[in-house]
């Protein structure tokens, strides 16, 4: 049994070494360096300050509101001018047949 032992110790030991050492290159490869994570925190930093800036002028919840009620007030106002259109329409067509059969003499 100590024979085996020492035959295959160091080839359990090599073999050992070698997956750890792919473990640690695979997780090198898939974590970021210190480096690159202080570079993109800066970008992203940065592009948080500009969307910050821009989140400055979007509107109140209240001129929300008042815009929605502006827009079903026109729209209200919008329906009963195409009501009035119609209206103006169908007298100006009965003009018209008029003067297409009775002309003007």
């Not at 400055?56 to 079903?72: A, F, K, V, Y």
Request: proline share 2%.
């Amino acid at each position: 049994m100590m024979e085996w032992l020492k035959t295959w110790m160091p080839v359990f030991i090599l073999s050992f070494q070698l997956l750890l050492g792919l473990g640690l290159w695979a997780l090198n490869q898939k974590f970021v360096s210190k480096k690159d994570c202080h570079r993109y925190r800066g970008l992203v930093d940065g592009k948080t300050i500009t969307m910050e800036k821009k989140f400055t002028t979007i509107p109140t919840n209240s001129e929300i509101q008042e815009l929605r009620r502006d827009l079903g007030e026109l729209s209200k106002e919008l329906g009963e001018t195409q009501g009035h259109l119609k209206g103006l329409t169908r007298a100006v067509d009965l003009m018209n047949e008029y003067l297409l059969n009775h002309g003007i003499k």
